[in-house]
């Protein structure tokens, strides 16, 4: 049972049911999500590093992840990370990220993260250009055929 509506009595019987289910969810989140065993800030290669109880490491720039683009040294170091290791929280910076995010690649909101694919999609490289060339050589991009659209309307 939902508690949705406030109305609804909360008895003793009710919350150990909650309580049970909130338990059992726990349980199932940590043998099926990746969950943090430690987590520091590393100034010499800027890069915030998690280490998974599974035993792998997983690491990135803080420039990536909303919040802490702008952040110093000192508040990069100063992170915590709840006993259950599922997520790791900044207090000075009012950021949190939940560890399955960002193994997953996710650093922020949907906007953020369309922002962050915006300027990589404006990056150049050699082999970006060098790739730009070959297509041109090519003709460039292909265009679209109109005709199959036409057909299914």
């Known amino acids: 049972m939902a508690f949705k509506n406030w109305e609804i009595e909360l ?7 909650e309580i049970a289910r909130a338990k059992a969810a726990g349980e199932k989140a940590d043998a099926t999500q990746p969950r943090a065993e430690s987590v520091h800030y590393d100034k010499s290669d800027d890069l915030i590093v998690i280490r998974l109880r599974n035993g ?20 990069l170091a100063d992170i915590w990370m709840p006993p259950s290791g599922s997520s790791v929280h ?13 193994v997953a690649g996710i650093f922020g909101t949907k906007s953020w993260m369309a922002e962050l694919g915006r ?11 060098a790739a730009a060339r070959k297509n041109g050589k090519k003709g460039g991009r292909p265009r679209k055929n109109n005709t199959l659209a036409s057909k299914k309307v």
């Open 119 to 129: 300027k990589g999609g404006q990056a150049t490289s050699s082999t970006k250009s």
């Open 90 to 102: 900044w207090e000075s910076l009012d950021v949190d990220f939940s560890i399955p995010e960002l």
């Open 56 to 75: 792998a490491i997983f690491s990135f720039p803080p420039r990536l992840a909303q919040g802490l683009k702008n952040a110093s040294p000192e508040q």
């Open 11 to 17: 008895t003793e019987e009710n919350l150990k049911e």
